[in-house]
């Protein structure tokens, strides 16, 4: 089993990959599609965000829950691949 981590771009949400979660779990996969700051159902206005790292920080906050040897696949659209700061904190 593999798990996959689907990040979306600026205006979307982790709704946006639903069709593509779908199918993964149906073959057994684990799927993740958070929903970054200000994004999908997330209510913190983006004129609040200053950087990528608060962008971002639901991504991090995820991949920081994960068992230390767990290794995923990490698909990013958009602006969701601007992952500066995970780089530096998540190896």
Not at 17 to 22: A, K, L, M, V
Not at 30 to 57: A, M, R
Not at 81 to 87: F, I, R, S
Request: charged share 20%; aromatic share 10%.
């Amino acid at each position: 089993m593999l798990h996959f981590v689907f990040v979306h771009g600026f205006g979307g949400g982790g709704w946006g990959f639903y069709q593509i979660r779908c199918l993964l779990e149906k073959l057994g996969h684990k799927v993740s599609c958070p929903d970054l700051k200000s994004g999908g159902i997330d209510p913190t206005d983006p004129k609040t965000l200053k950087t990528f790292e608060d962008y971002n920080q639901p991504l991090i906050d995820l991949l920081y829950s994960l068992p230390l040897n767990e290794k995923v696949i990490l698909v990013a659209h958009s602006a969701g691949g601007e992952l500066d700061t995970c780089n530096s904190q998540v190896s």
